[in-house]
């Protein structure tokens, strides 16, 4: 049986290790927390499983391999919801719904009716909406600690070491692969988590604003996750102007957040490349799985089928660097 | 064009912010030729130098960088910004922005005038960010801004030369002194014509940045900005009410 390691057990570690046992490969998982949690970005992802919406702004690619992950998490056994996505934006912005609608592909167009028999509490809110059917969402904390259960199950071995490359190695440490990976840099994100009982959301609702833009995933319990800020710096500090942003926006969403319990503010900087789009970095025998950006559960399964073709069949795919440096 | 001293062999400038990636900005600097890239520092620093790998990302264009002080709603900020901008990029450059409305990011003139200066005793050169105004224009002048930066239309609006009167009176008021007209503009019709006005150069963001393909709207407004400067420097025809056909009439035959 082969051998292999992977270095880090972030989604897009945990993504390789499914599919390195899928593969029938003997599997050791290295990463110095011995749990998923706050230490990893994809602790504060918002869990979208949307590449149409993804397709505003990031390239082709994204969308393609995008359309993988929904069908991938739930073979792995996750909660994934399928209800799609709804696009609105507020009376005066009504122009970047259409800018919207004209980058993007499979949207329907909803009048303030078909919003409301989608989403009751969204009703006399908006007049027109946008409604990506093809779309699902997961809720990413849960997600990753049941793949990290299962792969444990299926004999995958867990290390709460840092670990080091050694024969095959898959190293996912994400932003930690600064050292081997110098084009590689951090582009902070901040979320905020409210609870409201007086507001229900079937799906993740994109408020389109020039300057504000937001999502709001609706979790179990009465959650919602409101993200996310996208800057050009690897700090951590959750500025108080984020902050006021997001809940801004999501008061502009729907007033009844104003009353919400404000439950947690996270941040943290996701590992991209220049170009926004991940990359597959051989080095000898280690591969590097990296440069996710902000689509780690929407392109971690993808690249991890990828990467993992490459190992064991000397396939080269789309996003593969050989020998970088 | 001269900038405080400074040769610059183009007369679009471009923003740093909003690009779908830093390859894609990259891509948009190549394509256009831009001489000039304004680099945000307040929002992205961090107070340390966190944002590192982008500006590293930015100085890799090989442009003349001009930081700016975006976001900045008092003095204060945008001189504590200026000086934090003055040791990260080494330059004493500077656009200087202070903004008076929230709403439409209008800047406060007052507090513009009043940064200008202290800006410029402590040595720095000051592109102010300004509105057509005329008076508030000879008041920056007169605290020792060279260079005068003038909005088309508020900030990402895209909505082009909202006053246009104002723009001309202004431009004809100082014909020396080197203007680029900053925010607003939205199409690379909009800054042919602030170019056949006689403005030095353009300065742009959004439209850019948010374009389907910025690289291409990049040269779009590339080749409007030297297509406007061509035509002011071609000493354009006046319009007139009279039809003058540029072939004679006389003698052709008559076909009714």
Same mark, same amino acid.
């Given at each position: 049986?082969?051998?292999?390691?992977?270095?880090?057990?972030?989604?897009?570690?945990?993504?390789?290790?499914?599919?390195?046992?899928?593969?029938?490969?003997?599997?050791?998982?290295?990463?110095?927390?011995?749990?998923?949690?706050?230490?990893?970005?994809?602790?504060?992802?918002?869990?979208?499983?949307?590449?149409?919406?993804?397709?505003?702004?990031?390239?082709?690619?994204?969308?393609?391999?995008?359309?993988?992950?929904?069908?991938?998490?739930?073979?792995?056994?996750?909660?994934?919801?399928?209800?799609?996505?709804?696009?609105?934006?507020?009376?005066?912005?009504?122009?970047?719904?259409?800018?919207?609608?004209?980058?993007?592909?499979?949207?329907?167009?909803?009048?303030?009716?078909?919003?409301?028999?989608?989403?009751?509490?969204?009703?006399?809110?908006?007049?027109?909406?946008?409604?990506?059917?093809?779309?699902?969402?997961?809720?990413?904390?849960?997600?990753?600690?049941?793949?990290?259960?299962?792969?444990?199950?299926?004999?995958?071995?867990?290390?709460?070491?840092?670990?080091?490359?050694?024969?095959?190695?898959?190293?996912?440490?994400?932003?930690?692969?600064?050292?081997?990976?110098?084009?590689?840099?951090?582009?902070?994100?901040?979320?905020?988590?409210?609870?409201?009982?007086?507001?229900?959301?079937?799906?993740?609702?994109?408020?389109?604003?020039?300057?504000?833009?937001?999502?709001?995933?609706?979790?179990?319990?009465?959650?919602?996750?409101?993200?996310?800020?996208?800057?050009?710096?690897?700090?951590?500090?959750?500025?108080?102007?984020?902050?006021?942003?997001?809940?801004?926006?999501?008061?502009?969403?729907?007033?009844?957040?104003?009353?919400?319990?404000?439950?947690?503010?996270?941040?943290?900087?996701?590992?991209?490349?220049?170009?926004?789009?991940?990359?597959?970095?051989?080095?000898?025998?280690?591969?590097?799985?990296?440069?996710?950006?902000?689509?780690?559960?929407?392109?971690?399964?993808?690249?991890?089928?990828?990467?993992?073709?490459?190992?064991?069949?000397?396939?080269?795919?789309?996003?593969?660097?050989?020998?970088?440096? | 064009?001269?900038?405080?001293?400074?040769?610059?062999?183009?007369?679009?400038?471009?923003?740093?912010?909003?690009?779908?990636?830093?390859?894609?900005?990259?891509?948009?600097?190549?394509?256009?030729?831009?001489?000039?890239?304004?680099?945000?520092?307040?929002?992205?620093?961090?107070?340390? $130098? @966190?944002?590192?790998?982008?500006?590293?990302? %930015?100085? =890799?264009? &090989?442009?003349? +960088?001009?930081?700016?002080? #975006?976001?900045?709603?008092?003095?204060?900020?945008?001189?504590?910004?200026?000086?934090?901008?003055?040791?990260?990029?080494?330059?004493?450059?500077?656009?200087?922005?202070?903004?008076?409305?929230?709403?439409?990011?209008?800047?406060?003139?007052?507090?513009?005038?009043?940064?200008?200066?202290?800006?410029?005793?402590?040595?720095?050169?000051?592109?102010?960010?300004?509105?057509?105004?005329?008076?508030?224009?000879?008041?920056?002048?007169?605290?020792?801004?060279?260079?005068?930066?003038?909005?088309?239309?508020?900030?990402?609006?895209?909505?082009?030369?909202?006053?246009?009167?104002?723009?001309?009176?202004? $431009? @004809?008021?100082?014909?020396?002194?080197?203007? %680029?007209? =900053?925010? &607003?503009?939205? +199409?690379?019709?909009?800054? #042919?014509?602030?170019?056949?006005?006689?403005?030095?150069?353009?300065?742009?963001?959004?439209?850019?940045?948010?374009?389907?393909?910025?690289?291409?709207?990049?040269?779009?407004?590339?080749?409007?900005?030297?297509?406007?400067?061509?035509?002011?420097?071609?000493?354009?025809?006046?319009?007139?009410?009279?039809?003058?056909?540029?072939?004679?009439?006389?003698?052709?035959?008559?076909?009714?």
């Amino acid at each position: 049986m082969r051998q292999a390691r992977v270095l880090g057990a972030g989604v897009a570690g945990l993504c390789v290790a499914a599919e390195l046992v899928a593969r029938g490969c003997e599997v050791t998982v290295f990463d110095p927390a011995p749990r998923p949690g706050p230490h990893g970005c994809s602790w504060w992802a918002g869990g979208m499983l949307a590449p149409f919406c993804e397709g505003e702004a990031a390239e082709e690619p994204v969308v393609r391999l995008g359309q993988e992950a929904a069908g991938w998490w739930e073979r792995q056994g996750a909660a994934v919801d399928r209800r799609g996505t709804i696009v609105v934006a507020l009376g005066r912005d009504r122009r970047e719904l259409d800018r919207f609608a004209r980058r993007t592909e499979r949207h329907k167009r909803l009048d303030a009716e078909g919003l409301a028999a989608l989403e009751p509490d969204l009703i006399g809110r908006f007049d027109r909406a946008l409604h990506v059917p093809g779309e699902a969402h997961l809720a990413p904390r849960a997600a990753l600690a049941h793949l990290r259960d299962r792969l444990e199950r299926n004999g995958v071995a867990f290390v709460a070491e840092p670990g080091h490359p050694d024969g095959l190695t898959f190293d996912c440490r994400g932003l930690a692969a600064r050292d081997m990976l110098p084009d590689l840099r951090g582009v902070k994100g901040e979320m905020a988590i409210l609870r409201s009982a007086d507001i229900r959301l079937s799906r993740p609702v994109r408020l389109l604003h020039p300057r504000f833009p937001l999502y709001v995933v609706p979790r179990a319990e009465g959650l919602f996750m409101l993200g996310a800020t996208q800057i050009e710096s690897d700090d951590r500090h959750r500025s108080v102007r984020s902050v006021l942003e997001l809940l801004s926006a999501a008061y502009a969403l729907h007033p009844a957040f104003g009353e919400a319990e404000l439950v947690e503010i996270g941040v943290d900087a996701r590992p991209a490349f220049p170009d926004n789009l991940p990359r597959l970095c051989r080095q000898g025998q280690t591969i590097h799985v990296n440069g996710l950006f902000r689509h780690g559960f929407l392109l971690g399964p993808a690249l991890a089928r990828m990467a993992v073709e490459a190992a064991c069949e000397g396939t080269k795919p789309e996003f593969w660097h050989e020998d970088h440096d | 064009m001269r900038l405080y001293e400074t040769e610059i062999g183009s007369r679009l400038m471009l923003g740093t912010a909003q690009y779908p990636s830093p390859a894609v900005l990259a891509d948009a600097f190549r394509r256009s030729g831009a001489g000039i890239a304004t680099v945000s520092v307040r929002r992205e620093a961090g107070g340390e $130098r @966190a944002g590192a790998a982008f500006w590293e990302l %930015v100085r =890799d264009l &090989g442009v003349t +960088l001009l930081p700016n002080t #975006a976001g900045c709603h008092s003095v204060r900020e945008a001189v504590t910004t200026a000086q934090m901008a003055r040791e990260l990029f080494d330059t004493s450059w500077i656009k200087l922005e202070v903004i008076g409305h929230a709403d439409t990011l209008q800047p406060d003139p007052f507090g513009l005038v009043e940064a200008a200066r202290i800006l410029t005793e402590d040595g720095f050169c000051v592109f102010p960010y300004t509105t057509e105004d005329v008076v508030l224009a000879d008041r920056l002048l007169s605290v020792g801004c060279e260079v005068l930066m003038p909005w088309g239309a508020p900030i990402g609006t895209g909505l082009g030369l909202t006053n246009v009167y104002g723009l001309r009176t202004l $431009r @004809a008021q100082f014909p020396d002194v080197p203007m %680029v007209v =900053d925010a &607003g503009l939205g +199409l690379p019709s909009q800054a #042919a014509t602030a170019m056949e006005m006689g403005y030095d150069a353009v300065l742009l963001n959004t439209a850019v940045a948010k374009a389907g393909d910025p690289a291409a709207m990049a040269e779009g407004f590339a080749r409007a900005v030297e297509a406007g400067r061509l035509a002011f420097q071609a000493d354009p025809m006046e319009p007139r009410d009279m039809a003058a056909p540029s072939t004679p009439v006389v003698g052709k035959a008559f076909l009714e």
